[in-house]
């Protein structure tokens, strides 16, 4: 019976080894780049709880690498003067979780606003929307279009 016992402690000892040299060679998952395009005025709620859902799902702020470009139409629904306070809440909490955002200098200049007459936390996307669309692709970044 003495035997029995000893076998059963050095087959568990060799799987606990075994099982633990397994985890610390499983690769890290690399961390996401992402970019969302939104143009759309009426699908910008939907897109912020988009980027929400991306964060929480890959698991918490910092974990992805997520930028927002916006241009045309739904740059209109970022106007600091008259914003909804449903997606400056949204906006701001997602920034403050790192999500990127980025507006199109080209729909700035055709709405004839300045980055200081958008919500906190835009940059300008300097040679336009599209073109800073092509530019993260061609860095790697995944490209959705909610």
Partial sequence: MERRSIMRAGLAVLVGA???EAA??????PRQRVVYHLADQDRVLFVLGNIQNHIDGAGGPGQADIRLVVHGP???AFHAISV???IAELAARLIKEGAAF???ANT????GVKLD?????????EKGGVVRLTEL?????AYLRP
């Fill in 108 to 111: 700035m200049k055709a709405q």
């Fill in 102 to 104: 980025e507006a199109c």
């Fill in 24 to 29: 610390q060679a499983a690769p890290e998952r």
């Fill in 74 to 76: 739904a740059l209109r």
């Fill in 84 to 86: 909804d306070a449903n």
């Fill in 18 to 20: 075994l099982g633990a």
């Fill in 117 to 125: 007459d958008l919500t906190d936390g835009f940059i300008v996307a």
């Fill in 137 to 141: 692709q061609q860095e790697g970044y």
